[in-house]
């Protein structure tokens, strides 16, 4: 419960404890505003279901909009929320998707700039909204966004972030058989097995486990641990650092690069079990291998 504890002091408990404290100075003012990094309300199950602590805990952070809002509109103190459409390049982002967060990001700036464009309006004419940044700043007449772009050559294949639009969940659980028996799971990992060398083991120093959902369900394993690392059908022979579970197209999209590994864990198509930085070691071998699959 600590790390439940952390998250919802720091951002319910956080947002009510600063908005009580700065409420007699921000009465004071002509030009009072209270903005909260925080999503709008989504109400969709599939936001809840793989991190329903965090979702309570920014979604508190929403809550505190909608009430402040109404209670402070006679003080002529606007509350609104920001949030943003993409990933932002941050520790946390890097942590997750590892040294090539930058080409699904966007910087801080965008953020930032959003949050002028709002801080700006007279308090009267903005309260009680649901902000997203792009939105804002294409509104103030800036329509080329690729300048916020980490990558401004990769602008147009950012990762979305979370509590936006809701992912085509059915797509990623289709089970429609596939002309052959299904056998493209398979074929994968004996192109990963052929491309398996010493170097990638001594990077890598891990196992991976692999279950996976849909027409080919098992369980696959590559072992990057010693010799030039095996791959294949079963469980790795080491035992797995880290277990990695996934529906059989989700998987193939993401080591043939159609799928970014953070954003398939950030909305629930990956689900990871056991060390995460070892498991995102993974993402050197799938780039090595997206061009011979």
């Given at each position: 419960?600590?790390?439940?504890d952390?998250?919802?002091?720091?951002?319910?408990?956080?947002?009510?404890?600063?908005?009580?404290?700065?409420?007699?100075?921000?009465?004071?003012?002509?030009?009072?505003?209270?903005?909260?990094?925080?999503?709008?309300?989504n109400?969709?199950?599939?936001?809840?279901?793989?991190?329903?602590?965090?979702?309570?805990?920014?979604?508190?952070?929403s809550?505190?909009?909608?009430?402040?809002?109404?209670?402070?509109?006679?003080?002529?103190?606007?509350?609104?929320?920001?949030?943003?459409?993409?990933?932002?390049?941050?520790?946390?982002?890097?942590?997750?998707?590892?040294?090539?967060?930058?080409?699904?990001?966007?910087?801080?700036?965008?953020?930032?700039?959003?949050?002028?464009a709002?801080?700006?309006?007279?308090?009267?004419?903005?309260?009680?909204?649901?902000?997203?940044?792009?939105?804002?700043?294409?509104?103030?007449?800036?329509?080329?966004?690729?300048?916020?772009?980490?990558?401004p050559?990769?602008?147009?294949?950012?990762?979305?972030?979370?509590?936006?639009?809701?992912?085509?969940?059915?797509?990623?659980?289709?089970?429609i058989?596939?002309?052959?028996?299904?056998?493209?799971?398979?074929k994968?990992?004996?192109?990963?097995?052929?491309?398996?060398?010493?170097?990638?083991?001594?990077?890598?120093?891990?196992?991976?486990?692999?279950?996976?959902?849909?027409?080919?369900?098992?369980?696959?394993?590559?072992?990057?641990?010693?010799?030039?690392?095996?791959?294949?059908?079963?469980?790795?022979?080491?035992?797995?650092?880290?277990?990695?579970?996934?529906?059989?197209?989700?998987?193939?999209?993401?080591?043939?690069g159609k799928?970014?590994?953070?954003?398939?864990?950030?909305?629930?198509?990956?689900?990871?079990?056991?060390?995460?930085?070892?498991?995102?070691?993974l993402?050197?071998?799938?780039?090595?291998?997206?061009?011979?699959?």
């Amino acid at each position: 419960m600590k790390r439940y504890d952390l998250m919802h002091n720091i951002n319910t408990r956080g947002t009510f404890l600063v908005s009580k404290v700065c409420l007699p100075y921000l009465q004071q003012s002509n030009h009072a505003h209270i903005l909260n990094l925080s999503p709008p309300l989504n109400m969709n199950p599939f936001w809840f279901k793989n991190h329903v602590a965090y979702t309570m805990a920014k979604y508190g952070m929403s809550m505190c909009v909608l009430g402040m809002a109404e209670e402070f509109k006679d003080s002529n103190i606007a509350v609104n929320a920001l949030w943003p459409k993409t990933a932002i390049h941050t520790a946390a982002i890097e942590m997750l998707s590892g040294p090539e967060a930058g080409d699904i990001s966007r910087k801080p700036e965008i953020i930032a700039d959003a949050a002028y464009a709002i801080l700006i309006k007279e308090p009267r004419t903005l309260t009680g909204k649901f902000l997203v940044d792009e939105d804002v700043l294409r509104d103030e007449g800036i329509q080329d966004l690729s300048q916020y772009a980490v990558n401004p050559a990769n602008a147009d294949n950012l990762m979305m972030d979370f509590f936006l639009d809701a992912p085509d969940v059915a797509s990623s659980h289709s089970n429609i058989k596939r002309p052959g028996g299904g056998t493209k799971i398979a074929k994968m990992f004996d192109v990963i097995q052929n491309n398996l060398n010493p170097e990638l083991v001594a990077k890598t120093n891990a196992s991976f486990l692999f279950v996976v959902k849909g027409d080919e369900e098992g369980t696959w394993f590559v072992d990057l641990k010693s010799g030039k690392g095996s791959a294949g059908k079963g469980k790795p022979p080491s035992g797995p650092d880290a277990t990695l579970t996934m529906n059989e197209k989700d998987l193939f999209d993401m080591f043939t690069g159609k799928l970014k590994p953070a954003g398939a864990f950030m909305t629930g198509k990956l689900k990871i079990s056991g060390d995460l930085q070892k498991a995102l070691k993974l993402e050197k071998l799938m780039g090595m291998l997206k061009s011979k699959l």
